[in-house]
């Protein structure tokens, strides 16, 4: 029992490290923890994805509400995929990567936006251009790292 448990945490490390180091956050859920990008612009809410409507792009599972919203994606992914690769916007403006909250989002300047959580959120919300401008600055040098 406690070899399975030490298995279990270990695979638990490498998810954790692995998809800190990816170019787009995702968790065994897939991209933003299962949610449907393209909802967050139709709907106006996070809605959550449905594993057999799926599309594998840059390396990550992304899951959608319907075939529409998947069709859309298909034809502009950079259109909808969130900035940062789905890393907290904030975290990525202070020069680090942080995984985010599906519920925790913005849409500025037609660009989704996602932050580690509600608190975080308000945060950035206070100064989203500067923030937005610092952050568009220093991903590519933090993109790839841990």
Known sequence: MS?????????LINVTVNAQKAEVFSTPAGAIKGYD????FTVGKPV????????HWNDVDWYFSSQENLNAFKSSPKKYA???GGYCAYGVSDNHKAPTDPNAWTIVDGKLYLNYNID???????????????ANDLWPTIKNKE
């Open 120 to 134: 975080v959120r308000e945060l950035w919300s206070k100064d989203k251009p500067m923030l937005i401008k610092k």
């Open 48 to 55: 959550k994805g449905d594993p057999k409507i799926s599309f």
């Open 3 to 11: 070899r399975l448990v030490f298995l279990f945490f270990i695979a």
């Open 82 to 84: 969130p900035q940062f």
């Open 37 to 40: 990008p393209v909802a967050y």
